[in-house]
Structure formats: structure tokens, C-alpha cells
């Protein structure tokens, strides 16, 4: 695996830093056959959702409801950027939707987005993943990591933290995992999860950007 870190200037919109447009293109080349759930005002993704009628996406869902409209394992790549925290919430999407953001509480880890992308990606898809947490889909959802890139954006500032994962080959559709809703208790983590997998429990930052 390649972890690497690289300086970049904080910018509201994660992809016009420069260190991560970079990453993301390496993997994405022209967008062909990649989903963005979350895009916000910029992503080259080919089928764009944001739940902010606003923004220049061509759905504007639930990311979970966005990504049920893929047949399983059919697409080549998948772009995981939510919100951060629920200040992040409150500054993107302003008063528009913050009852349902509630629901799912960006330090929680956006469980029911993250097993959908696991469904519909092929064996092989790339799985990039954004925020303050290097869980990425993890091992439990059928992926390995290949990269991570760390980006610092000076000062205090969190780094912004950029994993690359692969879909293996033989991994199920996911369809019959079981994996934690809401508050995290250890009846929530697989049975057979290795240590390294129940640290996937461990959701997201509280830290309010």
C-alpha cells in the first residue's frame, strides 16, 4: 500500500485542491462508469447526485436512494466525499435538508451509503473515500486499501484524508452484511470481523471543523 502526504490550500470544495484533484483523476481517468453520491459543486464523475437542488449534479436524492437506482456490481467506481461533521451540514447545504442530515449523523460514518457502494461496485472498482477518518469501506465490505494520501492544509487545520480501496475479486454483493446502525455497541461488529476490521466501529471524527 502507498501512503504519502502532500501540502495543499483548504478549499470548501474538496476537489479543487490540487494534491486531491490529482489523486482523484489518477484513479478516475474521465469519469466513465463513476458514481458521486455526494458531488457538490465539482466532480467529474459521470452520474453526479447532491442533495441540493442548486448544485449542478443530474440527481438531486438521498445519496441511498441515488445509488439504489445501479443494478449490483456494474459500475467502476464510486466517490465517497460527505459532509464531514454538522457544521460542515449546516455551511454546504445551509437550511435546506438538515432534518434529514440528522438521520444520519456524518460522525456516524454514513453506514447505509457505504454498503450501497459496495453492492454496486464491480469486483475490481475503486472505492475513493474522503474526511478525517482512513476507514475508507473497509475489509469487512470485501475491499483492500492501496493508497493513502494525507493533505495538509496548514495551521491547525485537520488534514484531509484521501483512501484509495479496491473492490476484491469474489467479494459478495453485500447485500446480507450486517453491519452497525446508529450507535455502535460490539453486538453491532461481525463475529468474524479480525481486529483490524472492528476498528471500522470506530466512526468517523467528533471534532467540529
Known amino acids: 500500500m502507498i501512503i504519502s502526504r502532500a501540502w495543499g490550500l483548504v478549499n470548501k470544495s474538496t476537489f479543487k485542491c490540487k494534491p486531491i484533484r ?9 469519469g466513465t462508469g463513476w458514481l458521486d453520491p455526494f458531488a457538490g459543486e465539482s466532480s467529474w464523475a459521470e452520474e453526479r447526485n447532491d442533495l441540493n437542488p442548486e448544485r449542478p449534479a443530474q440527481y438531486h436524492l438521498d445519496a441511498v436512494d441515488f445509488l439504489k437506482l445501479f443494478a449490483t456490481q456494474t459500475i467502476r467506481g464510486v466517490i465517497f466525499d460527505p459532509p464531514y461533521s454538522l457544521h460542515e451540514v449546516s455551511r454546504h447545504y ?26 454496486v461496485l464491480k469486483p475490481g472498482g475503486i472505492a475513493l473515500s474522503f474526511g478525517w477518518s482512513s476507514g ?41 452484511l450486517r453491519v452497525a446502525r446508529g450507535p455502535t455497541t460490539e453486538a453491532d461488529i461481525p463475529v468474524d470481523a479480525a481486529p483490524e476490521d472492528a476498528a471500522d466501529a470506530d466512526r468517523g471524527c467528533p471534532c467540529i471543523q
Open 22 to 30: 490529482d489523486f482523484v483523476l489518477r484513479y478516475m481517468g474521465d
Open 94 to 119: 445551509k437550511d435546506f435538508g438538515i432534518e434529514h442530515w440528522m438521520k444520519q449523523d456524518p460522525t456516524g460514518g454514513f453506514f447505509h451509503v457505504r454498503d450501497e457502494i459496495a453492492r
Open 136 to 176: 475508507g469501506m473497509g475489509k469487512v465490505r470485501g475491499f483492500e486499501q492501496v493508497e493513502i494520501l494525507l493533505v495538509n492544509h496548514g495551521g491547525a487545520r485537520y488534514d484531509t484524508i484521501c483512501v484509495a480501496e479496491r473492490k476484491l475479486e469474489g467479494s459478495s454483493d453485500n447485500s446480507g
